[in-house]
Structures are given as C-alpha cells and as structure tokens.
C-alpha cells in the first residue's frame, strides 16, 4: 500500500510540473503585453517601458521560466503586476472561501447524489425513481448562475429567508454551495443508480441472498462497496469541476473566491497571481485524484493486490 | 405511467417557476401606518448603511490618484475631499479652499486654504500637503492615469505659506478648477502615504466625511465615520461629522443579485439599476430611487476612420443612415434612457443642443450611397464589391455591460437590410487593447466620464494628452486645431461656441455616432434619505441619515 501511494506521488510530479509549462507559454504567448495593460491604453511608453523592467518581463523566456520554477518550489509567488502586493497573501485571504464553497458544495454533491442514487435504484420504475431521474437530469441541465439566480429570487427575495451575498457565515453558504454541488449531485445520483442496479444483478449478490443475508445488508455491506467504485472515479472529476463552477457561482452570489481572482488577473494579464492561481489549482487536483486513488485502493482489495 | 410522472415533475417544476416569478413583484403591500413623506423630517444621527456597488474596486486600490473605474470613484468620493466644489450650473464653490486667484496669463492659481482641517491619522492638511498631492500625482512612479490627465499641463506647486499655495501650469487650463472639485485631485496623507508606500492604496487615509475600517480583499470595504470631521463644503447640507455611524461597500457586480438583496434589505442602497427593474422600484412605496446624469462622453461606436472604406465620410454616413438609434436606444433601455445626439452629454456645460433631432434613419439614402460606390447586394443578402463582403468588424472587452451589446445586437439586425454585416468580437482586455492599439479593427465603442468637455480632445485630437489615446483615430487638422483652442481658452462663453463648432463638426463628419445618454440610478429602501450626487454625479453620503 505505502508503495502504491509513493508510486502515485511521484507520478504527481511530473503532471504539476508539465501544468506549469503549459500555462507558462500560454501566458507569455497569448496577445496582450502586461505592463501595456497596467499602465493603461494611454500611458506614455516611457512608462510602458519602465514597468517591462520592473516586472522583468525584457529577460528572455527561458530565464523566466526557470525564475518562476525556482521561486514557486520556495514558495515565493512574487508581487501582483497589479497592485504590487504579495500574491501569497492574496492566494491565502481567497483560498479560505473557495475552499469552505467547494468542501460544502461536494458534501452535498456527494450526499445528495448516494443517497438518491441508491434509493432510485432500489425503488427502480416506482414513482420515486422517475422523479429523481428527472431531477438529476434538471441538476446537470441546470446552468449554475441561472440556478443562482433563481435561488435568490426565492429563498431571499421571496420568502427572506437566506442573504443573497456574502461569505461570513453558514447561511451565506447554502445557496451557493446548492447551487455548485446540484450538478454533481445529478451526475452521481445517476451514475449510482446505474452502478447499483448493475451490480444487484451479479451472481454474487444472489448467492448473498440464498445464504439467507437481510436485504438491507446485502445493500449496504456489499453492493454499495462495489458501485461506489464508478462514482469514486466521478469525484476526481466532480472536484476539478467545482473549482471552475466556482468562477460563476462567486460572481452571482458575489462571494470571495479563487475562480474570481483569477479571471480578474487572466483579463489584466497580471502573470504572477494567474500562475500561483494554476499551480495551487494544479496541486489540489493532482491531491484530490490520489486520495481518491488512495482511496480506491482500500475500498477494492484487487486494486490493493494488483499494484 | 411514465407519463403522469412527467406531468408531475412539470407541475412542480412549473410551481417553483410561478413563485420565482411572482416573488418579481413588489413586496406585499405595507399599507399599514401613515406615509411619512421624510422631506421635512430631521435628520436622526447614527446606524449602519449598507452599499451594494454595481462594480468592484478594482485592486482593492483606495488610491485616489490612481483612479480609473467609474465604481471606485464613487467610493472614494466618501474618503477624499477636493480643494472646490462644483455646482450643477458650473459655479466653483469653496471646499477645502477658501478663496483663489487666477494670475492674469491664466497659468498660476493662488488657494488659500482652511486653516482646520485634518487627515484621517492626524496629519494636518496645510500647502505643503496639497503640494505633496500634486507633484504625487505627476511623479511617473504613482502610475496615475485619469488624474494626471486632469492636472493637464501641470508644471510645479508653490508653498507660499503655510495655508497659501499657487499651482503653476505650462499653458492656460480652462478645465482646472472643475477638475480640482473632483475626487482624482482629491488629497491623501503624505504621512500615509510615506508609511505604507506601495500599500497605500490598500490603507487609503483622506480627509473626508468618512474613515476606511477594514477592507475585504474582492469583497467589501467598511468605513466608519469621521469625528473629526469639519469642513464640508459650501453646498452641503450641514456641517460637521457625517450623520451615518458606519458606511458598508459590497461588491455585487451582478445587476440582478445587485436588485435581489436590495429588495430582501440584506443592503439599503443599490446603484445602476437595470431598466428592467427600474419601473418597478419607482412604483414601489417602499423604495426611493434617484437618478442623476452622468456626465460623460456618451456610449458611441467610434468607425475606423484609417481603414478603407471607412476612411470615406459617404460611408460612414451611409452607416449611421441604416440606423434607427432613437428605436433601439427605446427597446433597450424601455424609455429609462433617451438618444444620444451630441458626443457630449446633455448636461455638460458646452453641451450643444443644436445637434438634437438633426438626423434620423433614412435606408434609402443608406443604399443609395451604398450602390453607388460600387457595394453590389448578394445573393446571400450582404453587399460586396471586388470579391470582399462589406463587414464591419466590431471588437468589445468589457462585455454586456449597460446592455451595450443588446443594443449592439439590435444594430446588426438593422445594417443587414441595408447589406451591411456587423460582427461582435469578445476579446480578453489584453488581446483588445493591443488591437485597439494597432488599429485593427473596422468599430470600437465606448464612454469616458469626464465633467471638462477638453475629454474630446483626449478622444479626436491627435496631439491629445498623454501619448497616443484618440479613440476615434482622427487625423483631421481643422479639428486639432479647435480642440487646441477649446484646450487654451479661459473664457466660458468663448469655449462654449467652440465646443458648439466641435460638436457640431464631429458629428457631421460622423467621427462618432452617440447612442445613449446614461443615467446613473441609485435605489434606496425608503428609510434612507439624504443621499446627494456631486456635479459628475458620484454619489455623496455625507449627508444621508436613516430614518428610524
């Protein structure tokens, strides 16, 4: 086991650093010149100049790669072009509120979407299965802002029973989180219901049920370990997701978040805070994807055996 | 089966649908109580009043030399003070100034300054502070932009005394004294400033009504009142410290978000109010809504007058003839905002009537011109002439704000029936600017608040301030020349019957084509009262109090 996860973590390694290539070139090669976009449309080139050579943006490309490298494993990710403050503290003030939006938002996906999954499998073609299939279908259809929308003009508006806006406290984080976690919560109900239902269907189960096993634990103990499997996989997904419905989400419900910082330093094209952005983005994936892997491994004892 | 259960689902979903709709409309009716009319109610001190800004401070900067966005201004308006004020019928007023002299060459301004007034940490605001203040702004190192542009030809500040100043300037500039009423010129501590140095702008310290408390990177700013405070100006609505205890900014950049929780009074005040839910909340009791004209140069779409065949005056006019600017403008906006006929919006003060109602669409004159220089109408319903169709490529980076791009839209429908493809390209604000630079584009749009019709230079004049800007990439000598003139002349009236020729001449030149003239909305909840707009229409809250 302790192999596998060393063997996950250093093929992490090379996939952090590849991401940080490509939008390194990404960024010095699309149109637009930072210093330009700082100092305004109609600031005197002289200006134009001096800020270039502040930002170090006249050192050839590759002595900037190689700076970036270096100061990222430090932990030193430079001062935003925009407004000359360490991009490390402005990560850390954003990371808190992205961080409790996205946990919330999966807790509920993931709530959510098991608990109706399996129900709908279990009650398969009964009333209650059609609703959840057509409620599912909605969530993934649903476009997030308009769901946010929406749900403002209800709980809020309406029935004032929710704050629209803000990122202080549990109330404020509701609606938001429903609004990002809804999707997910679609996807996986479907894709358990499905898991389940095939998974039901395996000799096993019957023989399970021929040694004379309660329904509810054939369910629990055995068919559920084997269908999450599927959905695991889905949750790597679902995590990826989340940070870029995130970008929406904030901006309706004007929530301080990552997704926000870094569309605002992608349209000033201020490098720094746009690459520390991608890197810790980079990290948390790369995480997420082996405490699932992790994770799976200790759910299924043939992934254990195998490795 | 299977069906029932859909027309279940439907009947919810529809349900949840009418009750989001209905929740639209105003609140259940609070008939109960007499209806106080709070005109002649005095004002009760004290209480929170919470903002939600359509807009973000961009940078989190507080900096007011380092103003570019509209939304920041108007914050910054509540922490900085300016030396006059300007009246809406363009008179100066004292301010932080008591008395000034202009020099008979028109180049130096004697102030005479309040002998009371104090920065946020104590620092007392005397001519050495204000001479800090403007050599700040002209030092390359602030990177101020719209201030800089507002102190013009600036040269050097002399101290004279301690509360005696005189600000010298290269040439006679007319547009000063307006532009010393406003918040770019506003003043920040040299203390202040000499101690945070590059965080200024994040622990902004003025001399205003009110004081920053603690600012939330991307989110809120919360300002609380100044004690100390003493030196209104001489329109206010009284003196001493503000009436409100504590003003909260929120950011809510989304109109409808911006709408919702000032109906939910999660905030008591919400500015640019959508047209769509401006009826609404004017016919609303519960809610009072102002508005106020901001001054600018109006939305216009700006043709590429360097590129063919734009560079034809006939093809521009064939343009601007396919339009039907007034029935957009009405469908747009639903009558909350009316057409645009002069660059300059109606209550700036060289604003020329002359140019309203002077034209209006007229397709046959469109085609006509059109056919006549060789545009042959397609098959496909679009106009070509030597195997390239006649398409105008419009580059936009700021998005649907002010329901632009619907407007836009609604114009593409028009220049087709005349043959005439007009294309919406996004770009990112780098890839824009850097097209706008290079001239590679057939349409660009835009505004510019300025309260100095002089912002016409900086838009159509080659030799505009600060490097290259001439949005409108003008090359016409006749029109540098006037503009240089309006840019020198002192007296109002003389500068007034030149801006009329300028006006006039653009237009007839269709260098731009103006659409909408803005008006800037501010909702409150009914509680509210006091809240006033300074001349360029940033709002003002030093008088506001709330209504217990």
């Known amino acids: 086991m302790a192999k596998y996860i060393v063997n996950r973590l250093l093929a992490s ?138 749900l403002i003009l209800i709980f809020s508006v309406h029935f004032q029973l929710l704050p629209a806006i ?16 809804v999707t997910g919560a679609g996807m996986l109900a479907r894709m358990i219901r499905n898991s389940v239902l095939e998974v039901i269907g395996e000799p096993f189960v019957v023989t399970l049920r021929a040694k004379g096993l309660a329904d509810r634990v054939v369910l629990y103990k055995h068919v559920l370990r084997n269908a999450l499997l599927p959905a695991i996989t889905v949750l790597g997904t679902l995590l990826g997701e989340m940070l870029s419905g995130a970008v929406v989400t904030e901006t309706v419900f004007s929530r301080q978040g ?9 349209n000033q094209k201020d490098i720094p805070v746009i690459q520390a952005a991608i890197l810790v983005t980079a990290v ?15 759910i299924d004892p043939r992934v254990r055996k195998s490795s | 089966m299977k069906l029932s259960t859909i027309r279940y689902a439907a009947a919810v979903f529809g349900v949840v649908i009418a009750i989001a709709g209905c929740s639209g409309n105003t609140e259940t009716g609070d008939g109960a109580g007499p209806q106080t009319t709070g ?30 966005f509209a939304p920041t201004t108007r914050v910054m308006r509540s922490l900085y003070d300016s030396l006059v004020v300007e009246l809406p019928d363009h008179t100066i007023q ?65 101290v004279i005394d301690e509360y005696t100043v005189k600000i010298n300037f290269k040439t006679p500039f007319a547009p000063f004294l307006s532009n010393a009423a406003k918040v770019d010129l506003g003043f920040v501590s040299p203390t202040a400033v000499k101690k945070y140095g590059d965080a200024y702008p994040q622990n902004p310290v003025g001399t205003g009504p009110f004081k920053l408390a603690k600012l939330t ?73 102002q508005e106020a004209e901001l001054l600018q140069v109006n939305f216009s779409l700006y043709l590429n007058q360097q590129r063919e065949p734009w560079n034809d005056v006939s093809m521009r006019e064939a343009f601007r003839a396919a339009l039907d600017i007034g029935t957009a403008v009405k469908t747009i906006y639903l009558g909350t905002s009316k057409q645009a006929w002069s660059p300059l919006s109606p209550q700036q003060f060289a604003y020329t009537p002359s140019l309203e109602n002077t034209y209006k669409q007229d397709v046959n004159k469109a085609n006509e011109i059109l056919d006549r220089l060789g545009w042959k109408m397609g098959a496909d319903g679009y106009r070509s002439k030597n195997g390239k169709r006649l398409t105008v490529e419009f580059i936009d980076t700021q998005g649907n704000r002010e329901k632009r791009l619907d407007l836009i839209s609604i114009f593409i429908q028009q220049l087709k029936q005349v043959g005439i493809e007009l294309k919406i390209v996004s770009l990112p604000s780098g890839t824009y600017s850097e097209r706008r630079l290079k001239g590679e584009y057939d349409l660009v749009a835009g505004s510019q608040f300025s309260g100095d ?17 001439n949005i409108a990439r003008a090359n016409d000598p006749q029109l540098d020349q006037w503009l240089e003139e309006g840019y020198l002349e002192t007296d109002p009236e003389k500068r007034k019957a030149i801006y009329k020729k300028v006006q006039e001449y653009i237009i007839q030149n269709v260098y731009s084509i103006p659409t909408y003239v803005f008006q800037y909305s501010v909702a409150s909840v009914k509680e509210v009262q006091g809240i006033t707009f300074d001349y360029p229409a940033w709002p003002v809250f030093y008088d506001a109090w709330i209504k217990k």
């Open chain 1, 13 to 150: 390694i090379p996939v952090i650093i590849g991401s940080l290539t490509i939008v390194f070139l990404i960024i010095h090669w699309l149109p637009g010149d930072p210093a330009q976009m700082i100092a305004g449309d109609d600031a005197a080139p002289e200006r134009v100049a001096f800020l270039r050579e502040q930002f170090g943006l006249n050192r050839p490309l590759w002595q900037q790669y190689l700076s970036y490298l270096w100061d990222s494993l430090r932990g030193d990710f430079g001062v935003s072009f925009a407004n000359s403050q360490p991009v490390l503290d402005r990560l850390l003030a954003q990371l808190p509120a992205t961080l409790s939006l996205a946990a919330m938002s999966i807790l509920l996906a993931v709530v959510l979407g098991v608990v109706l999954g399996v129900l709908s499998a279990v009650y398969k073609n009964r009333l209650f299965d059609y609703i959840v299939r057509v409620i599912s279908l909605l969530g993934v259809s649903m476009p997030k802002f308009w769901l946010g929308i929406l």
């Open chain 1, 166 to 181: 803000g990122n202080g406290s549990f109330k404020q984080l509701i609606m938001p989180a429903f609004a990002l976690g």
């Open chain 1, 258 to 266: 990552l997704g926000k910082m870094v569309v605002d330093a992608i």
């Open chain 1, 284 to 298: 948390f994936t790369v995480v997420c994807n082996l405490l699932v892997d992790i994770s799976y491994s200790y």
């Open chain 2, 39 to 68: 005109e002649t109610s005095k004002p009760t001190p004290g209480g929170e009043l919470v903002w939600a800004l359509a807009g973000t401070i961009t940078n989190d900067s507080l900096d007011a030399h380092k103003a570019g």
């Open chain 2, 94 to 158: 004292p301010w932080l100034a008591t008395s000034w002299e202009v020099s008979p060459d028109g180049k130096s301004y004697t102030f005479h300054l309040r002998q009371d007034v104090k920065f946020h940490d104590g620092t007392p605001f005397n001519a050495e502070a204000v001479k800090f203040n403007f050599d700040r702004i002209k030092d390359p190192a602030t990177k101020a932009s719209i201030s800089l542009n507002e102190i013009g030809p600036y040269e050097s500040t002399e």
């Open chain 2, 217 to 289: 990177p991307s989110t809120q700013v919360e300002f609380v009142k100044n004690p100390d405070y003493n030196w209104a100006p001489a329109n206010a609505g009284h003196q001493g410290p503000a009436y409100l205890d504590k003003l909260t900014v929120k950011y809510v950049d989304e109109e409808s978000t911006r709408v919702s929780v000032l109906q939910s009074r999660q905030v008591q005040v919400a500015d640019i109010i959508p047209p769509q839910n401006l009826v609404a909340l004017k016919a609303d009791k519960n809610f009072n809504v």
């Open chain 2, 453 to 469: 019709p002089d912002i016409l230079r900086q838009l159509f004049s080659t030799k505009g301030p600060v490097g290259p800007n």
